[in-house]
């Protein structure tokens, strides 16, 4: 075998065992991510606040104090700062921020609670064992599990007596984002040896594949339930396009929230439905080259409609996690978006974007907010996803 020959099968034996992913940028994503988020931290210091996006006027806005769901990602990102860098500016950021909201470990009266409590307390548990993190996460699957309704076999997502969800008529809506909050109860369950929240996850996550999912494994966004008898009154968007769309961001909730659930329960069903979304978020014609998606993959003016990075990051961050989990190759496709994701069109420049890391993302059409803004959950899954690839 000449030599080009024998190099060049080198090359490809070598990239088919490092299933694509590329070592060399994830140092540099994170060290420029420190710098600007501790641009943003001064910020949130200064306010004393908890910072989510840019509002309509260009200035910071900052995550309600009553209650939000995007209240644990500035923290869940100071974390991922803190494991990468040790150092303890990042730790005290964290604690000091987290605690803001510790309190809403006991509201019963939405389902964000694992999204808040996991990445923000849930990294502080798996990086300090600090038990007071952990008692915390306990309480806050408690009030979540108030929610779960054993004739449907959902937690629900939203309650209906009051804003917009009030005007929709439903009466048990469950969202696909709820997938997300299923590894609180997962970890809840290890802390102690409760397997209740793991089985009302679990039951959750089947309902989900039976409900939730189309026949060319694109999801809708709301099914709504009959409390009583557990039948579906009805399919919806909240987020998307239209009733029959597949909103982008819900598609990565749906890959990240099965690829979980295949983590805590290696139950072959979850890995195979993590694998179909996979394969039709990475499979859509109209997706640009780069891999950043439209904010719904059937939004009725494509090519000439926004881009939604945070739906990127969450995806690519589960496909990092499910690459290990599966034998398919999802290692060009992570590249890819890794490469996108940091490049200068959508990681802002330092001190710019208001000191978030990355530009380009969509909150909610429909209800006309945070549209082609920063977001501080899109900035909390690229840095998980770069803490992801450096491991690799
Ligand atoms: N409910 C979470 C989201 O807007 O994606």
Redesign the pocket.
Known sequence: MSFIKTLLLGVIVISISCKGVKEENPKTAIQKAENQLSFLLQDAEKANLIPRTIDKTGNLHWTHLNFD?TEGFFPGSCWYLFEETKDEKWKKAAEKFQDMFQEHKYKTTNH?LG?IFNCSFGNGFRLTKNKAFKEVMITAADSLLTRFNPVVGCIKSWDTDKGWQSQRGWKFPV?I?NM?NLELLFKVSEFTNDPKYKEAAVTHANTTIKNHFREDNSSVHVVDYDSENGAVRGKYTA?GAADDSSWA??QA?GLYGFTITYRYTRDKVFLEQAEKIAHYIINFKETPKDGIPYWDYQASKIPNEPRDV?AAAITVSALLELNNFSDQDFGPAIDKIMNSLASDQYTAQLGENKHFILKHSV??IPHGNEIDVPLN?ADYYYLEALVRYKKK
Do not use: N
């Open positions: 769901w964000d999204f969202i984002d997300m987020q961001r819900g909730w945070s909150g909610s959950y």
